[in-house]
């Protein structure tokens, strides 16, 4: 499904040069639940954004589904971004003057879908997520945990190939940490693929598959696909 071949990305800072990401290689198949990880400013920030198609990179080759990224256009890649890959940001994300239910639909609004339908989508996603109590409550009138499962929820209703999440438990609790990793384990075992970031090794060694990063490089891969 996701397929990086001599990924590169740089930097320049001043007058030095920075290889955020050196010749990263990684495959991914459909339905793996796989943790990257490293400490900050080991590259893991800068790979989450070119397999999210938030940035592109300078070398290298990345696909999709059979979808070569790199030649995708900006607005091709936004729809790319809406259709295929589902976030969950660490700062959640939510549109402080929408309700939970609005800020679920908002992406599917932007995907052209008819109300019938992205009401249907919002309330099963909401229900999936335990919030079906809170559809109509705005974001500060939500804790923490359950602003998270609203990111959650929003990036399901979209029906992505990818679940992308970024240090998901980053800003949470230790009982809301462990909610939403529940949470995600729950979607992989119904079949989502699942990429999670995160400088938290006890986090990543819940994933089926761990990939460590370093120095921009892939310094350790525990699945079937490592980095060559």
């Known amino acids: 499904m996701i397929e990086l071949k001599n990924i590169r990305k740089i930097y320049q800072v001043g007058e030095e040069e920075v290889r955020a990401l050196d010749g990263v290689t990684l495959t991914v198949e459909d339905h793996e639940f796989v943790a990257i990880y490293g400490m900050s400013g080991s590259g893991k920030s800068t790979l989450m954004n070119i397999i999210g198609c938030l940035d592109t990179a300078d070398e290298g080759s990345y696909f999709i589904d059979g979808q ?4 995708l256009s900006e607005h091709s890649l936004a729809v790319m971004r809406n259709k295929k890959i589902g976030f969950i940001f660490q700062q959640f994300n939510l549109l ?15 995907q052209g879908l008819p109300a019938r339908e992205r009401k249907t989508r919002v309330e099963e996603s909401l229900r999936k ?3 079906e109590n809170r559809m109509y409550h705005r974001p500060n009138q939500l804790s923490g945990g359950q602003q998270q499962r609203v990111a959650v929820a929003r990036a399901l209703a979209t029906h992505p190939s990818l679940i ?6 980053g800003n949470l609790d230790s009982k809301s940490s462990r909610d939403i990793m529940n949470l995600i384990h729950d979607l992989h075992k119904q079949g989502n693929t699942i990429m ?3 400088h938290d090794h006890s986090i990543a060694a ?15 891969d525990t699945g079937s696909n490592p980095a060559v």
């Open 96 to 110: 402080p003057k929408l309700t939970a239910y609005e800020n679920v639909e908002l992406p599917l609004i932007y």
């Open 129 to 131: 997520v335990g919030l």
């Open 68 to 71: 070569n990224v790199m030649d």
């Open 196 to 198: 999670l970031i995160t």
């Open 164 to 169: 992308l999440a970024d240090e998901p438990t």
């Open 206 to 220: 819940e994933a089926g598959r761990q990939i460590r990063i370093m120095d921009g490089k892939i310094v350790s």
